[in-house]
């Protein structure tokens, strides 16, 4: 039972460049889609969220782009940084359904 | 310090043993949440609790039980029963009554059985 999909599910990036991860779902009564970032051997931690009322929602080099009628939602990391290297999981309503992950490495 | 604590860190069990994982959470949310992650899954919902005293599975409860008898405390078994119990299991909670719908986690429980 896979009500949202991820995708990619593993991302290189250059340093400096953007970082794109995409997530579809299937429920119209989700209404809640956070996007949660997970170190290895850590549990994940919440990035950035938005409602369904919005169409983007930035918050310092993160922004999330949602799009209602196609039921897609993705995540944009600007400036891509070492230090963003983790895995993101998109969810969707009460964060009880994840996306299977994107493994993102930024290369020096 | 208000957080999740999951306790052991790693554990290794011999198959065909149950084995118990604690969660604890001290930021006196109603909801807490048991979650399995393997390689390339994602996070898959085990079971979760919206109250105490009361529990409901989620997508792969098979194998798997738990309890709710404290609003702090929400421990997985892992019984003989699970077929493949190897993996990390991650424990999170939630204000069911806030918004927004955050999770917060727990570090997690590494299980190995052999």
């Known amino acids: 039972q896979q009500q949202v999909k991820q995708s990619p599910q593993s991302l290189i990036v250059q340093k400096g460049g953007i970082s794109i991860i995409n997530c579809a779902y299937e429920?119209?009564?989700?209404?809640?889609f956070p996007w949660y970032q997970q170190f290895p051997g850590k549990g994940p931690a919440l990035l950035i969220a938005?409602?369904?009322?919005?169409s983007e929602k930035k918050e310092g080099r993160f922004t999330i782009s949602f799009n209602k009628s196609a039921k897609q939602f993705s995540l944009h990391i600007m400036d891509s940084q070492p230090g963003d290297s983790a895995t993101y999981f998109c969810?969707?309503?009460?964060?009880?359904?994840f996306g299977a992950g994107t493994r993102l490495t930024v290369k020096p | 310090d208000g957080g999740i604590t999951q306790s052991p860190k790693y554990l290794f069990r011999k198959e065909g043993q149950n084995v118990t994982l604690s969660c604890e959470q001290n930021?006196?949310?109603?909801?807490m949440y048991w979650y399995r992650q393997d390689p390339g899954q994602g996070l898959r919902l085990i079971y979760y609790?919206?109250?105490?005293?009361?529990?409901q599975k989620g997508d792969i409860a098979e194998g798997y039980s738990v309890s709710r008898e404290k609003k702090e405390s929400f421990p997985l078994t892992v019984t003989s029963a699970q077929k493949n119990p190897t993996a990390f299991y991650l424990c999170?909670?939630?204000?069911?009554?806030?918004?927004?719908?955050?999770?917060?986690f727990g570090p997690g429980t590494r299980l190995t059985v052999t």
């Open positions: 999170a909670s939630r204000n069911s009554g806030g918004s927004p719908y955050e999770q917060y």
């Open positions: 969810a969707a309503s009460l964060s009880v359904r």
């Open positions: 930021l006196n949310h109603d909801a």
């Open positions: 609790s919206q109250i105490v005293n009361d529990f």
């Open positions: 429920n119209t009564a989700f209404d809640y």
């Open positions: 938005i409602r369904p009322d919005v």
